[in-house]
């Protein structure tokens, strides 16, 4: 699959492994971990220490454009599907969507 480097907070570069399709989407939260929004309508979730994926969200139904972590620990990803699902950047649970 496809991969992206990054370097976050001074550490060596990462290769992150798994894509599908291409990556538009990238945020860094301040819980250790780095969200990434895909062309397969999935969020990806790494850890910065290791670079291992720790979990996938699925609900999107088109390209993930955009990705905001909010200071309270909630993700935000927008979609080429017409909405913003909201989740809970500590459990990726899905709360809601706009």
Known sequence: GRWEEYAVGGLEPQQL??????????????NGKV??????????????????????????????????VAQDGTLYSGSDDYTIRVWSADTGSHLRTL
């Open 17 to 30: 492994h798994g894509f599908r399709g291409h990556v538009y989407s990238l945020a860094v939260g301040p």
């Open 35 to 68: 969200y990434c929004g895909s062309s397969d309508g999935l969020v990806r979730v790494w850890s910065t220490r290791d670079g291992q994926l720790l979990q996938t969200l699925e609900g999107h139904t088109d390209c993930v454009y955009s990705l905001a």
